[in-house]
Nanobody
């Protein structure tokens, strides 16, 4: 079994910063891509940023230049540094990882439980 546990959400004023963290644990052989997605009520979950095992990153256009994704392969963690936050960044942020496990020796997507980020004055 694999668990992804997020932390770091909260309430922040526009222009402020937050750092989200996610740690994967369980019977993990390796992790391929890791990423962050966000969802607001009534809308589909959308990609925010991803990072490959080798460090290649992708960002949604709306967060380019403001958010930075990073990972620590040795610790199976991924982080999202969010700067110059805007009200439209509000949502539930989910951690995602492609994990190969000792249980199945195959790779599948796992999701965290989500952490709320609210940007408001």
């Amino acid at each position: 079994q694999v668990q992804l546990v997020e932390s770091g959400g909260g309430l922040v004023q526009p222009g402020g910063s937050l750092r989200l963290s996610c740690a994967a644990s369980g019977s993990i052989i390796s992790i391929t891509d890791m990423g962050w997605y966000r969802q607001v009520p009534g809308k589909e979950r959308e990609l925010v940023a991803t990072i490959s095992r080798g460090g290649t990153t992708t960002y949604a256009d709306s967060v380019k230049g403001r958010f930075i994704i990073s990972r620590d392969n040795a610790k199976n963690t991924v982080a999202l540094e969010m700067n110059s936050l805007k009200p439209e960044d509000t949502g539930v942020y989910y951690c995602n990882a492609g994990v190969r496990t000792y249980r199945t020796y195959s790779t599948r997507d796992y999701w965290g439980q989500g952490t709320q980020v609210t940007v408001s004055s």
